[in-house]
Structures are given as C-alpha cells and as structure tokens.
C-alpha cells in the first residue's frame, strides 16, 4: 500500500503561483510514474502532468505547458507541482496519483481557486 497527502491549495489571484506537493509513505519503493489531475464539479477528472517517477521525460496537458512544472524529491518521496502564472480556468480540486506496476493510488485532493 501507498499512502498519499497532499498540501499546498489555497485561493491566489489571477497571475500568481501556487505549488502543490504530495507526500507518499508506505510501500513507495514500488511507485513507477507520478501524475497530477484535476477535477471541478460536474466534470471529468482531466490529466495535468505526469512524469517517471526516477528518471524519463515529462507530459503535460496543452492547458497547462510553459505554466505548470511537476518535479520530485526522491530523498522525501514527494511530488511537486508547480503552478505559475494560473488563470480563473485553473480552478479545481487537484489531485495526486502515484502507479506502481499493478496498483493505482489517489492522494485526497487540495482545492486550488484562483480568482480574477
């Protein structure tokens, strides 16, 4: 098992930063790749970045390139994600994902809103 809490939410204003982080504990030798969602109310949950999680390039959604950058620190086991220059769009509840080879795994989620 994988345990994942995420942090870093809040309300900014349109043009400011935010950075996410998801902290993993448990069986974390087997986490494979990292990923980012987000979800607003009465929508699909929709894909925002995601990487390796030792080593490989990175993918992000088109919304969100030259924007958003997702990063780890292997030493904590936590995934970033940095959020600049954010839009009232961006605004949804963002959540953490971690894969190992077979098992599939969901941090709470953190409110992001960012007002015009």
């Known amino acids: 098992q994988v345990q994942l809490v995420e942090s870093g939410g809040g309300l900014v204003q349109a043009g400011g930063s935010l950075r996410l982080s998801c902290a993993a504990s448990g069986r974390t030798f087997s986490i494979a790749t990292m990923a980012w969602f987000r979800q607003v109310p009465g929508q699909e949950r929709e894909f925002v970045a995601a990487?390796?999680?030792?080593?490989?390039?990175?993918y992000y959604a088109d919304s969100v390139k030259g924007r958003f950058t997702i990063s780890r620190d292997n030493a904590r086991i936590t995934a970033y994600l940095q959020m600049n220059s954010l839009k009232p769009e961006d605004t949804a509840v963002y959540y953490c994902?971690?894969?190992?080879?077979?098992?599939?795994?969901w941090g709470q989620g953190t409110q992001v809103t960012v007002s015009s």
């Open positions: 994902n971690m894969k190992t080879s077979t098992l599939n795994y």
């Open positions: 990487s390796s999680w030792r080593y490989g390039p990175t």
